[in-house]
């Protein structure tokens, strides 16, 4: 059997060859790029640390913003720093596509400490730069982000807005990593107004980080759900969901988030009244958190202990916190 591509004379047999050399040509490929996302996430990251130790600016900065998104998981400590790094860059305008994504990610940092002020002034700055810019895409992700330091601060009217029109947006594209994130916010968002809403977006949110090809996303998805789970009383389904994604996220390296998870835990079984299995996860939430040093949660572990114990009627010990 012959076939004439391009004016030349080929075999039946020359045409599978080819074909067969461009099908492991392009499983070769995927292998590669779905490697990268086995690997447990705290490999990936120092990989990619160690490559860029060198790089100069403004090569670097795409880098940065990847390293800062994969230590938003491990450590909100180094997340930060390397968001600075991008931030102290004085050729960057602030319209500027890199400076917008960076000051994204930074409103998350300034909400996971607590700086609510600083986060809601920064999202309205960055929500502004990014229709300057002009990319609907970059606009959404500001909004994203903007819901949820409105909803901390208590701007509810503005961050039922900003979901409404995420959401929207969220309809009609493929990236299931923005999908994701924009149906976590929406979780949050009704967390204390719709339970059945809530754990609607909760389920999207799960789905499309199983598709993700992240792990610590499903992980962090899982978290969720026990949150929502947790805040309808569900103790059993809040126990299940918390140690999930605990066990994702501790094959992943993802120390904070795992540390999140453990502590949860902790609270889940003293919610159950299994005292003894509670201190066990509280003792190693309070290591995992000495280990990234972020002291405002090792704070709250203390406090947890406290309410432990006080729970116990150990009141001796519970004084020491």
């Given at each position: 059997?012959?076939?004439?591509?391009?004016?030349?004379?080929?075999?039946?047999?020359?045409?599978?060859?080819?074909?067969?050399?461009?099908?492991?040509?392009?499983?070769?490929?995927?292998?590669?790029?779905?490697?990268?996302?086995?690997?447990?996430?705290?490999?990936?990251?120092?990989?990619?640390?160690?490559?860029?130790?060198?790089?100069?600016?403004?090569?670097?900065?795409?880098?940065?913003?990847?390293?800062?998104?994969?230590?938003?998981?491990?450590?909100?400590?180094?997340?930060?720093?390397?968001?600075?790094?991008?931030?102290?860059?004085?050729?960057?305008?602030?319209?500027?596509?890199?400076?917008?994504?960076?000051?994204?990610?930074?409103?998350?940092?300034?909400?996971n400490i607590m700086e609510l002020a600083y986060a809601d002034q920064l999202a309205?700055?960055?929500?502004?730069?990014?229709?300057?810019?002009?990319?609907?895409?970059?606009?959404?992700?500001?909004?994203?982000?903007?819901?949820?330091?409105?909803?901390?601060?208590?701007?509810?009217?503005?961050?039922?807005?900003?979901?409404?029109?995420?959401?929207?947006?969220?309809?009609?594209?493929?990236?299931?990593?923005?999908?994701?994130?924009?149906?976590?916010?929406?979780?949050?968002?009704?967390?204390?107004?719709?339970?059945?809403?809530?754990?609607?977006?909760?389920?999207?949110?799960?789905?499309?980080?199983?598709?993700?090809?992240?792990?610590?996303?499903?992980?962090?998805?899982?978290?969720?759900?026990?949150?929502?789970?947790?805040?309808?009383?569900?103790?059993?389904?809040?126990?299940?969901?918390?140690?999930?994604?605990?066990?994702?996220?501790?094959?992943?390296?993802?120390?904070?988030?795992?540390?999140?998870?453990?502590?949860?835990?902790?609270?889940?079984?003293?919610?159950?009244?299994?005292?003894?299995?509670?201190?066990?996860?509280?003792?190693?939430?309070?290591?995992?958190?000495?280990?990234?040093?972020?002291?405002?949660?090792?704070?709250?572990?203390?406090?947890?202990?406290?309410?432990?114990?006080?729970?116990?009627?150990?009141?001796?010990?519970?004084?020491?916190?």
């Open positions: 059997m012959f076939a004439v591509y391009q004016g030349q004379l080929y075999t039946y047999q020359t045409i599978v060859s080819v074909y067969s050399i461009l099908y492991a040509a392009l499983f070769y490929i995927y292998f590669i790029m779905v490697g990268i996302h086995t690997k447990p996430l705290s490999k990936v990251a120092i990989e990619l640390e160690n490559r860029v130790a060198d790089m100069a600016m403004p090569e670097a900065i795409p880098h940065y913003l990847q390293l800062a998104e994969y230590y938003h998981w491990i450590n909100g400590r180094k997340q930060k720093q390397f968001l600075d790094k991008i931030l102290a860059y004085v050729n960057l305008d602030s319209k500027d596509v890199n400076h917008i994504l960076a000051r994204i990610q930074l409103i998350g940092c300034y909400i309205l700055q960055v929500l502004k730069d990014a229709e300057a810019n002009g990319d609907e895409e970059l606009v959404i992700m500001a909004k994203q982000a903007s819901c949820l330091a409105a909803v901390y601060n208590g701007r509810h009217q503005d961050a039922e807005q900003y979901i409404t029109d995420c959401l929207l947006y969220a309809k009609h594209i493929e990236d299931v990593g923005l999908k994701g994130r924009i149906y976590t916010t929406a979780a949050f968002f009704n967390l204390d107004k719709d339970h059945t809403a809530a754990t609607q977006y909760g389920m999207l949110a799960y789905e499309n980080a199983k598709h993700s090809n992240e792990p610590w996303r499903v992980g962090s998805a899982l978290l969720t759900l026990g949150y929502i789970a947790w805040n309808n009383e569900d103790k059993e389904a809040t126990l299940n969901y918390f140690s999930e994604a605990s066990e994702l996220l501790k094959q992943q390296g993802a120390t904070e988030y795992y540390a999140t998870c453990v502590l949860q835990i902790s609270k889940s079984f003293k919610d159950l009244h299994r005292y003894n299995e509670a201190l066990v996860q509280l003792g190693i939430a309070e290591s995992l958190y000495q280990e990234i040093g972020i002291s405002r949660h090792i704070i709250g572990v203390y406090s947890t202990y406290a309410r432990m114990y006080r729970a116990m009627k150990e009141y001796d010990k519970g004084i020491a916190y």
